[in-house]
């Protein structure tokens, strides 16, 4: 009897816990390019409109989204971190009445926005629709990086200002460690990464420096890595996001997710991008400017039988406003592409 009363204490502490901290992170947060990304979305009120939010974390594109949607429209959810998953899913059902959550296709109502929530990485995104009798999608969008709780937690090893593992999976269940990578990989395999991710003459000399510190004691915290790292924090920022991108393969599954959303995207619909770091950027741009040629191969007679599938609704990306980077400092460096499958 005392030890059930005792365990109802601690889960009803753990939910007030909760509350309070999805309430403070809510207030706390301001989506980037949230009128760009709404005012690009066309609902067609004659028929069910099926639309994709890779990225939901806080939802803040989502509730703006959904005041768009017919009551019979279907809208899926990603995100790779449950926890997240979670929370946006607390307050979607504190702020939206008529929704109706669903596992599949079929147990979709008419009179209410149906929402399928996915917790797994977007690079899944087809074999995850077909799996619930999804075919076509109509609209697709796209709001990458992390959210300013991983950065916050210390436990999820994100961030350089704070003690803790040094995980960084996005996903727990999955992928190695960073701290897996830092003690395992050769020298020239962290050069590598180094290199490519984080683009500083320094990968040479951290790498060996790694492999030789690490002879005598494993790195297994957040400040092990930061301590070897010299320079200003802007250096130890770009390492750890290196890292992270190789731990959660974020560049390869952006392109294989983005090349198949095209390819489930129907006639007519667009896609949304907003990335926050060239990388990213850079292959929205690349996957988009291929989609918009009938020929890649460049051959005098065409031998790849390329055939264009989109076009770009801007010609260069869109940017936020002075008055939205000044509201909101952390939006200067996003950056959103937008397409339409023809
Ligand atoms: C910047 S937040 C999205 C914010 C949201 N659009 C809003 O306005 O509240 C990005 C979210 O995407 C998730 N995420 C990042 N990469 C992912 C991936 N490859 N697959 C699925 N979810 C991912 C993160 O867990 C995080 O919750």
């Known amino acids: 009897m005392f030890k059930n009363k005792h365990f109802l204490t601690i889960i009803n502490i753990f939910l007030t816990?909760?509350?309070?901290?999805?309430?403070?992170?809510?207030?706390?947060?301001?989506?980037?390019?949230?009128?760009?990304?709404?005012?690009s979305i066309e609902i067609f009120k004659g028929r069910q409109n099926i639309v994709v939010d890779c990225t939901l974390w806080m939802a803040g594109h989502f509730i703006e989204?959904?005041?768009?949607?017919?009551?019979?429209?279907?809208?899926?959810?990603?995100?790779?971190?449950?926890?997240n998953l979670w929370l946006a899913k607390q307050r979607i059902t504190d702020s939206l009445k008529n929704i109706n959550f669903i596992e599949k296709k079929q147990q979709e109502k008419k009179d209410k926005i149906n929402i399928c929530l996915i917790n797994d990485n977007f690079w899944n995104i087809k074999e995850q629709l077909e799996n619930r009798w999804i075919q076509k999608i109509t609209w697709i969008y796209y709001d990458l990086w992390l959210s300013s709780l991983h950065l916050d937690e210390a436990d999820r090893g994100f961030s350089f200002m704070k003690e803790g593992p040094l995980d960084m999976r996005l996903n727990k269940s999955k992928w190695q460690k960073a701290s897996e990578i830092i003690n395992s990989?050769?020298?020239s395999k962290l050069r590598e990464i180094f290199l490519k991710y984080w683009e500083s003459s320094q990968a040479n000399?951290?790498?060996?420096?790694?492999?030789?510190?690490?002879?005598?004691?494993?790195?297994?915290?957040?400040?092990?890595?930061a301590e070897i790292i010299p320079g200003p924090p802007k250096e130890k920022a770009k390492i750890f996001q290196a890292l992270r991108i190789e731990v959660?393969?974020?560049l390869e599954m952006l392109e294989k997710s983005l090349k198949e959303a095209i390819e489930l995207l129907e006639k007519d619909w667009k896609i949304f991008v907003i990335s926050f770091h060239s990388l990213e950027d850079r292959i929205t741009k690349q996957i988009f400017k291929k989609e918009t040629r009938d020929c890649i191969c460049n051959d005098l007679i065409c031998s790849c039988h390329h055939k264009k599938t989109l076009k770009l609704l801007n010609k260069k990306p869109i940017l936020p406003s002075e008055n939205e980077i000044k509201e909101n400092p952390r939006s200067r460096s996003a950056k959103a592409r937008a397409a339409q499958k023809i």
């Open 185 to 187: 990989y050769t020298a």
């Open 248 to 250: 959660n393969k974020e």
């Open 205 to 225: 000399k951290i790498s060996h420096k790694i492999i030789e510190l690490r002879k005598k004691k494993k790195f297994e915290t957040t400040s092990d890595l």
């Open 65 to 83: 989204v959904a005041k768009k949607l017919n009551t019979w429209d279907i809208i899926i959810w990603f995100d790779a971190d449950i926890k």
């Open 17 to 39: 816990i909760m509350d309070n901290l999805s309430e403070n992170i809510w207030k706390k947060h301001i989506s980037v390019l949230l009128n760009e990304l709404v005012d």
